[in-house]
């Protein structure tokens, strides 16, 4: 239901043949990623080509966002994203219909990058979704924007049972009170994004 609203929401800003870049903005474990493909589908089945990317397939190597001169929450949201490569590789190419760059997309199991050749043609929807997508680094590249609201208690609900890569219930439970919960807090006081988002869920 919620994907059927997305995609009636996007459709509404999109004009044919005129690539449109959309965001899908939420906190961790909202379920952008899954709702996003979702949206994806009902598009492409009407016929309107979709283009996903992940913001965090643009982040630094770890030797970059993990730097322990600063406070972990800190280095989450101040050195996390390669925001000026997505913009040129991504939005800029998006905007001026011309053949983008080889983009280059984060390899979390290596540490390292992948280049991606893809083409986005011209009038397509360009969906992007990923966490603190309303930053004053990102305004201007977005030309309709999607808030996915979830409390951060079952946000939590949710990645104690998805992200055990970090380790037990209780090593996961302490980085998102040491990293994540402190950085997406800042970011909800200072952005309000559920308040200047386009359409909330």
């Known amino acids: 239901m919620n994907a059927e609203l997305i995609a009636e929401e996007l459709k509404k800003h999109y004009q044919k043949g005129k690539t449109l870049l959309a965001g899908i903005d939420g906190l961790g474990g909202a379920g952008k990623s899954t709702i996003t493909e979702e949206a994806s589908k009902i598009l ?14 643009f982040i630094h190597p770890k030797a970059i966002r993990y730097n322990d ?86 946000r939590l609900s949710r990645v104690l049972r998805r992200d055990g890569y970090i380790g037990d219930e209780n090593a996961i439970r302490e980085k998102y009170e040491k990293r994540y919960f402190p950085a997406e807090r800042f970011y909800a006081e200072k952005y309000s994004p559920e308040k200047n988002a386009d359409m909330v869920i």
């Not at 492409?44 to 397939?57: P, R």
Request: net charge negative.
């Open 69 to 154: 001169d600063y406070p972990q929450w800190e280095q989450y949201y101040y050195l996390q994203w390669r925001y000026d490569h997505y913009i040129n590789a991504v939005v800029k190419p998006s905007r001026e219909n011309v053949t983008a760059p080889p983009i280059e997309l984060y390899d979390k199991e290596n540490d390292k990058y992948i280049v991606d050749m893809r083409s986005i043609p011209s009038g397509s929807i360009v969906i992007t979704e990923g966490i603190f997508l309303q930053r004053e680094e990102l305004k201007g590249c977005f030309d309709c924007m999607i808030y996915i609201d979830v409390p951060e208690e079952e």
């Open 44 to 57: 492409e089945a009407e016929g309107i080509h979709t283009e996903i990317f992940h913001i965090d397939d």
